[in-house]
């Protein structure tokens, strides 16, 4: 679990994982680990996770959900599962909630996007 502090206006929390392989191996074991750690392919990779991410900026925008974000050399791609957010000024404001987000990003400008 992990939270932002010391920025008054922005606040970020949520439970996070990282995962990152560089070495080309599918398997790699650690030392302080009792068995080795299975990445699922060899291929380069950084995966970044965040479930019950919430993040507020200065009561103007919030956002919230479980986002998974997925970069191999030649694509991004971005997950996200029970998203709500809202936009907020003066007393006009714009929410989404309970979305579902499915996006990727090609290294040639191509995309695709599901919401």
């Known amino acids: 679990t992990a939270a932002l502090t010391g920025i ?4 970020l929390s949520g439970d996070l994982a ?8 599918q398997t790699a074991s650690f030392s302080d680990f009792a068995d080795p750690v299975d990445f699922g392919t060899p291929d380069p990779f950084f995966a970044f ?4 991410l919430s993040l507020a900026i200065d009561g103007f925008v919030t956002l919230s959900g479980d986002f998974t974000f997925v970069s191999v050399p030649d694509s991004l791609s971005v997950t996200g599962l029970n998203v709500s957010a809202s936009l907020s000024a003066g007393t006009v404001s714009a929410s989404v909630t309970e979305a579902t987000l499915g996006m990727a990003l090609f290294a040639d400008g191509t995309y695709a996007l599901n919401a």
């Open 18 to 25: 990282v995962w990152a392989n560089t070495t080309g191996l």
């Open 8 to 11: 008054p206006a922005l606040t």
């Open 49 to 52: 996770r965040g479930t019950g």
